[in-house]
């Protein structure tokens, strides 16, 4: 019996004032498997992430998720007056998880033990964007959600937060990864979603991990959606 | 897997609060300067002989304070604002109510130390017998700056994401305060003239009801302003 989907999605649409950015959009993914958001600019998966993790409302449709829910997204969402490990144990207290040696695992991990106690408004980009990861990663989300992980990331740095994909998919959670960097993330995605112009016009498995093919198709769906 | 009470979270919001704003201090020394200036500009600016200490003194403190105050409540989620960490603090368990305490107590220390500075600024300026009524004086102080910051902070929740809250937040912010600020302005006029306590009554009761009325609906708001 095939798994029950950790997150479910029925013809969801978001529009801002008179425009809609995501039209009927619908999707089911079960525990354990990750799903690629791939589109041009505009095409609505950084709206479809932020109405999957709750940060806006649906216009039309509805959405069912199950479990917590992590978010790493263009802001990091943290203070830059305060010091990593601070922001870290901010939100580790409002998700009500236990803090020092997780955290410390946590830093570790992503590679900021030495900065640990720096303010954050001096880090670089990619510094910020491992920060952000670890915020998504306090509470182990059931689902997580991502927009643009690799973003500024080197490679050492992109081949760790992979390899926290793969690990958080073996423990059974779902993501769902918007990205325009399909070489480094097709080798951990099942499936791939092509968003054009607000649609999922197409959801597909990832045959042999070929980030080739999947460009392929991208072009010929936008082609025939122009 | 553990959850944050609402206790847990008010105290983390108003900690990271106050955290912050003692390494930036921007809000703090903006505030600070603005009562210094606003105490002198209305004292020097009078004629001695005309008008008196016990006239110009209770509308100087209230001036002082509530224009002080906004400086602070303005920063309040400007803070937020930075980076999208309300965004942050929404993907969070955390309850509105819960950020909605913390936003408040945050607030109540930082214009509460606005205030403890203030007023001696206010003691040097203006030669009114406060020594003897200062107890009943903070209690008015307390009870006016409760409300102020109540719905203050759900008004600054609502105007952090127009384009130019800072402006926005006077203007939709200064009608509600009314009742409060002229409750104090006439309690404090009162008090520094010595008189009974039976005068005091009504306004204090008006400045009472305000504070119960707004906590309360800017308390059952805020979870609706949260959502985009």
């Known amino acids: 019996m095939p798994a029950s989907p950790s997150i479910r999605v029925r013809e969801v649409s978001r529009r801002f004032g008179h425009r809609w950015v995501v039209r009927k959009v619908s999707l089911d993914i079960v525990p354990g498997e990750a799903v690629m958001l791939i589109g041009g600019n505009g095409a609505g998966k950084t709206t479809l992430l932020r109405v999957l993790a709750g940060l806006l409302k649906p216009s039309k449709g509805t959405i069912e998720l199950t479990g917590t829910v992590g978010m790493v997204a263009h802001h990091t969402m943290m203070y830059d007056a305060l010091t990593a490990r601070e922001n870290l144990a901010f939100f580790a207290r409002l998700h009500g998880v236990p803090r020092d040696e997780w955290l410390d695992h946590l830093l570790e991990l992503l590679g900021l033990s030495h900065v640990a106690h720096e303010r954050i408004g001096t880090f670089s980009r990619g510094m910020l964007q491992r920060l952000a990861i670890a915020r998504s990663l306090l509470h182990r989300p059931d689902v997580l959600l991502l927009d643009e992980p690799l973003s500024g990331l080197d490679d050492a740095a992109a081949q760790v937060v992979l390899q926290v994909i793969q690990e958080l998919k073996s423990r059974g959670a779902s993501l769902v990864i918007a990205t325009h960097q399909l070489v480094e993330l097709v080798s951990v995605a099942e499936r791939v979603g092509i968003m054009v112009q607000g649609a999922l016009v197409a959801l597909e498995p990832i045959e042999g991990r070929d980030a080739a093919a999947v460009v392929a198709r991208y072009r010929e769906l936008v082609t025939h959606a122009a | ?228």
Do not use: C, H
């Open chain 2, 1 to 228: 897997m553990p959850r944050s009470t609402t206790a847990s979270v008010a105290f983390a919001v108003a900690a990271k609060d106050l955290k912050v704003e003692l390494r930036t201090k921007t809000a703090f020394v903006s505030s600070l300067v603005f009562a210094v200036l606003v105490l002198a500009v209305l004292y020097f600016a009078r004629d001695k002989t005309t008008v008196g200490d016990f006239d110009l003194a209770p509308g100087a403190l209230w001036v002082t304070f509530t224009f002080a105050g906004m400086l602070g409540l303005n920063r309040a989620f400007l803070l937020e604002r930075e980076n999208r960490a309300l965004d942050g603090l929404r993907l969070t368990p955390a309850s509105a109510t819960g950020i909605f305490l913390g936003k408040v107590m945050g607030n109540l220390v930082f214009l509460g130390v606005v205030e403890l500075v203030s007023l001696p600024l206010f003691i040097l300026f203006y030669d009114v017998p406060i020594w003897s009524q200062l107890p009943i004086l903070v209690a008015v102080i307390a009870m006016a700056t409760v409300g102020f910051v109540a719905v203050g902070t759900l008004l600054s929740a609502m105007v952090v994401r127009t384009r130019f809250s800072e402006v926005m937040l006077p203007v939709l912010l200064l009608p509600f305060l009314v009742p409060p600020i002229v409750s104090a302005v006439q309690l404090t006029w009162r008090i520094l003239a010595l008189r009974p306590l039976s005068e005091l009554t009504g306004w204090l009761s008006l400045l009472g009801s305000f504070d119960i009325i707004f906590f309360t609906l800017s308390l059952m708001l805020f979870e609706a302003i949260l959502v985009e």
